[in-house]
C-alpha cells in the first residue's frame, strides 16, 4: 500500500461546478498536510498548507480528518484556470526534511 | 529574486555517460532536495540534504550522489546513466522540514 494515495482521476467538470478531491494518509505519525499544484510540465508550487481546524483561501478549502487519516480539497466555483494536477504532501516528524507526494489528481475544467 | 534555479533545463545522455545537476537557491534556505518525476506519477525523492555539509538517502537513492558543499548549492549526479533514469528531475528548497517547499523549474533528462 502507498503512504499517500490519491484517486488519480481525471475529473472532467464544467465551469462554475464544485469538485472534491481527497487524499488518504497510511502513517498515523504524519504530522504536516499541504495541496501543491502542478501545470502540466512545470514545477509543482504550493496551494495550500492544511491545518487540523480546516483552512479556506478564496474559492478553495482544505480539510483535514486525523482520525480517518484523510484530507480533502474542495474547490468551488470551478475556472478554466483551475485546470492542473494537484498533489496531496504529507510529512511526518520522524523524517526530517522528508514529504512524501501523492501521485497527483488531474483536474480539467471545461467551458 | 530567483528562488530555485535548476542547470540544465534539457540534456540527452548516452547510457554509461556522467552528469551533474547543480540546484542553487538564493533563500538562505537550510534543506534542500532532489526528486524524480516519472510520466503520471508523484515526486519521489533521491536525497536530501538538513543542511551545508550534511546528505541523506530518500526514497530512490540507487545510481545517485549528492553534495552539498555550499549551503545554497546542492548537486546531483549520474556516474552511469541508464535509460531506467529518464525522468523530470526537480530540485527544491524550504527553511525547515514542515513548511512549503520551493521548487526549481525541472529538469528534462533523457537517456538513450
Known amino acids: 500500500r502507498k503512504e499517500v494515495e490519491q484517486d488519480p482521476g481525471p475529473f472532467n467538470v464544467p465551469e462554475g461546478a464544485t469538485v472534491a478531491f481527497n487524499c488518504t494518509y497510511s502513517n498515523s505519525a504524519s504530522q504536516s498536510f499541504f495541496w501543491y499544484r502542478q501545470d502540466c510540465r512545470k514545477e509543482p508550487k504550493l496551494l495550500m498548507s492544511v491545518y487540523s481546524s480546516g483552512n479556506e483561501d478564496g474559492r478553495f478549502t482544505a480539510q483535514l480528518n486525523r482520525a480517518s487519516q484523510y484530507i480533502s480539497l474542495l474547490i468551488r466555483d470551478s475556472k478554466l484556470s483551475d485546470s492542473a494536477t494537484y498533489l496531496c504532501?504529507?510529512?511526518?516528524?520522524?523524517?526530517?526534511?522528508?514529504?512524501?507526494f501523492g501521485d497527483g489528481t488531474t483536474l480539467t475544467v471545461k467551458p | 529574486n530567483a528562488g530555485v534555479t535548476q542547470t540544465p533545463k534539457f540534456r540527452v545522455l548516452k547510457t554509461g555517460q556522467s552528469m551533474t545537476l547543480l540546484c542553487a537557491q538564493d533563500m538562505n534556505h537550510e534543506y534542500m532536495y532532489w526528486y524524480r518525476q516519472d510520466p503520471g506519477m508523484g515526486l519521489r525523492l533521491i536525497h536530501y540534504s538538513v543542511g551545508e555539509g550534511t546528505t541523506a538517502k530518500g526514497e530512490v537513492p540507487d545510481g545517485y550522489n549528492v553534495s552539498r558543499l555550499k549551503k545554497q548549492n546542492f548537486l546531483l549526479g549520474l556516474e552511469s546513466a541508464a535509460p531506467s533514469q529518464t525522468s523530470v528531475y526537480f530540485c527544491?528548497?524550504?527553511?525547515?522540514?514542515?513548511?512549503?517547499?520551493?521548487f526549481g523549474q525541472g529538469t528534462r533528462l533523457t537517456v538513450v
Open positions: 527544491a528548497s524550504s527553511y525547515s522540514d514542515r513548511v512549503q517547499a520551493f
Open positions: 504532501v504529507v510529512q511526518t516528524n520522524t523524517n526530517a526534511g522528508k514529504s512524501t
